[in-house]
């Protein structure tokens, strides 16, 4: 008898982890198919099958990403501070009529 490991392919990697984020936020299957047109909606019922069977691992995953996003923001805000940008931007634009 030979034991074989199968592996899922994780469909979170094909869409962004958004179809994932439009469930948790309360839209449904043809919801998000109409959300996302480049997607078939038996692929949107795979991607929730997935987070459902995984949902520990794809919870910790998409706070991570959190996690990651708001501390590049945070080191982007310092290196670029935003108070007053759309003001130099503009000057800048003027300055160049």
């Known amino acids: 008898m030979t034991l074989a490991i199968l592996v899922e392919p994780t469909p979170l ?3 962004g982890n958004g179809v994932v984020t439009a469930f948790l936020e309360g839209a ?3 919801e998000i198919s109409e959300q996302y047109t480049s997607l078939q ?3 949107i019922y ?3 099958g997935y ?3 995984h949902k520990a691992e ?7 990403r959190q996690r990651q996003a708001a501390m590049i923001r945070q080191e982007a805000e310092q290196r670029f501070n935003p108070v007053g940008i ?3 931007l503009l000057a800048r634009r003027n300055q160049h009529r």
């Open 13 to 15: 990697e094909v869409d």
């Open 86 to 88: 759309r003001e130099r």
């Open 46 to 48: 795979s991607v929730l």
């Open 51 to 53: 987070y459902l069977r």
């Open 28 to 30: 449904t299957a043809e």
């Open 58 to 64: 794809v919870d910790a995953y998409l706070l991570e």
């Open 41 to 43: 909606l038996s692929d």
